[in-house]
Nanobody, 126 residues
């Protein structure tokens, strides 16, 4: 079992930056993928970004490329999502997730992730 705890959400203005962190209760062994998803009111949960825990390969949804950066720190079991140039469409609850053995073509599918955090609210005002 792995517990994931997110932090760093809040209310910001369009154009601002925000950093989200996700700390795992233990270190990872094997081929784990750490991801960030988000869900806006009335919408389905959608993929934002992911990173391979071992080698650090990253994946992003098209709309956040060049604005968001995902990284991981193996010494603290933490995954960070640096969000820059935020806009109102980024408003959502952001969830951290972890899964093992997820192939590249399935990185965007939330069903492949076994562990989820409780979520942190990000609100961007215009």
């Amino acid at each position: 079992q792995v517990q994931l705890e997110e932090s760093g959400g809040g209310l910001v203005q369009a154009g601002d930056s925000l950093r989200l962190s996700c700390t795992a209760s233990r270190s990872f062994a094997g081929r784990y993928l750490m991801g960030w998803f988000r869900q806006a009111p009335g919408k389905e949960r959608e993929f934002v970004a992911a990173i391979r825990w071992s080698e650090g390969t990253t994946y992003y949804r098209e709309s956040v490329k060049g604005r968001f950066i995902i990284s991981r720190d193996k010494t603290t079991n933490t995954v960070t999502l640096q969000m820059n140039s935020l806009n109102t469409e980024d408003t959502a609850v952001y969830y951290c997730a972890a899964g093992q053995g997820i192939i590249t073509s399935e990185t965007r599918n939330p069903r492949g992730y076994s562990y989820w955090g409780q979520g942190t609210q990000v609100t961007v005002s215009s």
